[in-house]
């Protein structure tokens, strides 16, 4: 479709109508372009605080760039932020918005035990900067033993890598009884669910304004953040596969986690010991939005995230 584009007397809407195509079909296709190297400065900046702050809409975000010193508006924060895919995780108007037509399947994990591995599993995309751009990250994790599965880098929010990452999941792994993820378009596209109902997967997804449901991959987010890429300045894709093929190996198989007695996610993983998890029922009583992640999960061990 790169044919279709900015035509004099023809809209891209038009284009799409004479050829047949669908106009969300051709705006799913491009890439994503920052405007200059001041855009991407600010994205770098929003980036770091959206990692320890991720129920920060786009009110709260220019309030922060401007106590930086960013001469900013709100408009031009929230241009950025939907180009990262970002959006705050409190309740309220202006969070994502699931594709309209997209079936959203219900939340099956609140107060639910996870006793063992490939119980269930979890997804979630997130932006990564690089020097002098950015891509997207999908990653597949297990609830049981924070263990990373399987992940994927791509220059746009396309569903095809995120089903690539899902079925390089199952095939290395097995397949989970329940299956998590948010609401995004990539999730709930028939493509994305037609994977899991084939495996008889049951399908799970955050509920609106529930902060805490996808807890674990937004703490695995925060340490490849800042354990890894922020430390690095990865330049390009290449690098950035071979950084992160290293940092999740050592995630896996060296990193030890508190919540998992100082052991390793591989090791909790193959023997089945050592890990769960439990997603309140309700929020603690006066439970405000800067909280504490960890303070708010348990386990049948008391888990620590």
């Given at each position: 479709?790169?044919?279709?584009?900015?035509?004099?007397?023809?809209?891209?809407?038009?284009?799409?109508?004479?050829?047949?195509?669908?106009?969300?079909?051709?705006?799913?296709?491009?890439?994503?372009?920052?405007?200059?190297?001041?855009?991407?400065?600010?994205?770098?900046l929003i980036?770091?605080?959206?990692?320890?702050?991720?129920?920060?809409?786009?009110?709260?975000?220019?309030?922060?760039?401007?106590?930086r010193?960013?001469?900013?508006?709100?408009?031009?924060?929230?241009?950025?932020?939907?180009?990262?895919?970002?959006?705050?995780?409190?309740?309220?108007?202006?969070?994502?918005?699931?594709?309209?037509?997209?079936?959203?399947?219900?939340y099956?994990?609140?107060?639910?035990?996870?006793?063992?591995?490939?119980?269930?599993?979890?997804?979630?995309?997130t932006?990564?900067?690089?020097?002098?751009g950015?891509?997207?990250?999908v990653?597949?994790?297990?609830?049981?033993?924070?263990?990373?599965?399987?992940?994927?880098?791509?220059?746009?929010?396309?569903?095809?890598f995120?089903?690539?990452?899902?079925?390089?999941?199952?095939?290395?792994?097995?397949?989970?009884?329940?299956?998590?993820?948010?609401?995004?378009?990539?999730?709930?596209?028939?493509?994305?669910?037609?994977?899991?109902?084939?495996?008889?997967?049951?399908?799970?997804?955050?509920?609106?304004?529930?902060?805490?449901?996808?807890?674990f991959?937004?703490?695995?987010?925060?340490?490849?953040?800042?354990?890894?890429i922020?430390?690095?300045?990865?330049?390009?894709?290449?690098?950035?596969?071979?950084?992160?093929?290293?940092?999740?190996?050592?995630?896996?198989?060296?990193?030890p986690?508190?919540?998992l007695?100082?052991?390793?996610?591989?090791?909790?993983?193959?023997s089945?010991?050592?890990?769960?998890?439990?997603?309140l029922?309700?929020?603690?009583?006066?439970?405000?939005?800067?909280?504490?992640?960890?303070?708010?999960?348990?386990?049948?061990?008391?888990?620590?995230?």
């Amino acid at each position: 479709m790169s044919w279709i584009g900015k035509v004099q007397g023809v809209s891209v809407s038009r284009q799409c109508a004479l050829v047949s195509v669908a106009r969300s079909s051709f705006h799913a296709q491009q890439v994503p372009a920052l405007g200059g190297e001041d855009d991407l400065r600010i994205s770098q900046l929003i980036d770091e605080q959206y990692t320890s702050r991720p129920f920060f809409g786009s009110r709260r975000m220019k309030t922060f760039l401007r106590r930086r010193g960013e001469s900013i508006g709100r408009k031009r924060v929230q241009r950025l932020m939907r180009l990262m895919g970002l959006a705050g995780m409190s309740p309220g108007p202006n969070t994502s918005k699931p594709q309209p037509g997209h079936r959203i399947y219900p939340y099956l994990l609140r107060g639910v035990l996870v006793i063992r591995p490939n119980q269930v599993w979890s997804t979630d995309i997130t932006y990564i900067r690089l020097t002098q751009g950015f891509v997207y990250l999908v990653a597949v994790i297990d609830w049981y033993s924070r263990q990373v599965l399987s992940w994927r880098i791509s220059n746009t929010m396309e569903a095809s890598f995120c089903i690539a990452c899902l079925e390089d999941a199952l095939i290395r792994h097995g397949k989970p009884e329940v299956f998590n993820s948010d609401q995004g378009a990539q999730f709930t596209s028939d493509a994305f669910t037609s994977v899991l109902k084939r495996e008889e997967i049951s399908i799970s997804m955050d509920g609106r304004g529930r902060v805490f449901d996808n807890i674990f991959v937004e703490r695995l987010w925060r340490s490849v953040k800042y354990e890894d890429i922020y430390l690095q300045s990865y330049s390009n894709t290449k690098e950035l596969k071979l950084g992160l093929k290293r940092y999740f190996d050592f995630y896996n198989e060296e990193r030890p986690h508190q919540a998992l007695s100082d052991r390793t996610p591989q090791e909790v993983y193959e023997s089945g010991q050592g890990g769960g998890a439990l997603i309140l029922q309700k929020y603690p009583v006066g439970l405000k939005q800067e909280v504490d992640y960890g303070a708010t999960l348990h386990s049948c061990n008391a888990v620590k995230v």
